[in-house]
């Protein structure tokens, strides 16, 4: 039916031109175009903009790879980027223009209305973008600076944290994708640094005939510590994992398979476990716990300690982390084109709901606002009433 409308306007338009040249000699007057109106119901453009990590940080990782960038391009929306803003990932500017991805200064970047940042922006920088402006990141501990949330409030920003936000299905997917690929690298470090180049004694996680693997002791729960215990079965370790839960433990069992040996928080076991370890990976158990100082002088000289709850890993192989990322984010900007944009997909889209901190000068979320001791209001009234 659309195609024959359109068709409709062209032959009435054609229909005109001829009448006039036949009843006149203005035949090479210019002739204005008939106006195409979108129907309701359209795909609604977007307007996204991605800038560059700050300088003095150690944050590697983007959003959008350059063939993502390509695929919303592709689909009638418009994407800008900051200049140099891949050069963490080895994605030069070159790379994103290729696909039809406008290059511009960070300024113009922070005007748009949908801006990507892997972190949270600086005050500086929330000032430079359009009032009633959507900022998309990563949380962190940036959010619970009374003066960044003060200034997204002046300005009316929306602010979405995506690791917070869920699937159609319930799951967070950009945590969960996040959280595996850190748990995997810090199996990676862990060989690293056990390495004779890595300042180690020079040995494998894997045994080799006649030889035993070394013993990998994993304390925590949850995605990081599946993925790590999976990765360092897979590299040949003796695998424990430890946790104050049962049912934890059991769900981690039936994840990792047979290979892997579960324990309870127990003081005697972890005693055993902690002396013999050639690596511990540290993570939040399921129950408060914290692991007891008097520990340190049992391990080995050489062991090699990583605290997940305080790291990183997934920064040093931010290539991964973009296409992972990217991966999800070409259908959330679909499903939101759809919706009309982002107030649309917020209002029929409760997962995104989720990781919505600030929405149009009211803060929503009750964790950072019970942190700033301030008030935070309800998302799902606002929405109810219309805001």
């Not at 040996?261 to 076991?269: D, E, G, S, W």
């Amino acid at each position: 039916m659309e195609n024959l409308e359109v068709w409709g306007i062209c032959l009435t338009f054609a229909a005109e031109k001829y009448t006039q040249t036949m009843n006149n000699e203005e035949t090479n007057k210019p002739q204005s175009q008939p106006e195409i109106v979108l129907e309701e119901g359209f795909e609604q453009p977007l307007n996204i903009g991605m800038v560059s990590n700050y300088n003095d940080s150690e944050e590697t990782r983007i959003l959008l790879t350059p063939e993502a960038c390509g695929i919303l391009v592709s689909a009638g929306n418009i994407v800008t980027v900051e200049a140099g803003v891949g050069i963490d990932v080895d994605f030069s500017d070159e790379d994103y223009a290729r696909y039809g991805v406008r290059i511009a200064p960070r300024e113009q970047v922070l005007a748009l209305p949908v801006v990507l940042s892997y972190r949270p922006l600086q005050v500086a920088d929330i000032r430079r973008m359009q009032p009633g402006g959507t900022n998309l990141c990563m949380l962190d501990n940036t959010l619970f600076d009374r003066k960044v949330v003060d200034e997204y409030l002046s300005r009316n920003i929306t602010l979405g944290c995506l690791n917070n936000m869920l699937s159609h299905n319930g799951e967070p997917i950009f945590a969960n994708v996040l959280d595996e690929i850190d748990g995997r690298v810090a199996i990676m470090y862990a060989q690293e640094n056990l390495s004779f180049l890595g300042g180690g004694k020079g040995v494998l996680l894997a045994g080799v005939a006649g030889i035993n693997p070394c013993e990998v002791l994993i304390i925590g729960t949850g995605t990081k510590v599946m993925f790590a215990a999976m990765a360092a079965i897979a590299a040949g370790a003796s695998v424990t994992v430890m946790d104050n839960d049962i049912s934890s433990l059991q769900e981690m069992r039936d994840f990792c398979g047979d290979r892997l040996t579960t324990c309870a928080v127990h003081p005697r076991v972890l005693l055993n476990r902690v002396k013999t370890a050639d690596v511990i990976l540290l993570d939040h158990c399921t129950r408060d716990f914290e692991m007891p100082r008097t520990l340190d002088s049992v391990m080995k000289d050489n062991v090699y300690l990583l605290d997940l709850a305080d790291t990183d890993p997934s920064q040093s192989v931010p290539r991964t982390v973009a296409m992972a990322m990217s991966n999800i984010l070409v259908n959330f900007f679909e499903e939101m084109a759809l919706k009309n944009g982002v107030d649309g997909m917020i209002v029929t889209t409760p997962g995104m709901q989720e990781g919505i901190v600030t929405y149009r000068g009211k803060l929503v979320d009750k964790l950072i606002a019970s942190y700033l001791g301030t008030h935070g209001m309800d998302l799902g009234l606002l929405l109810a009433g219309g805001n």
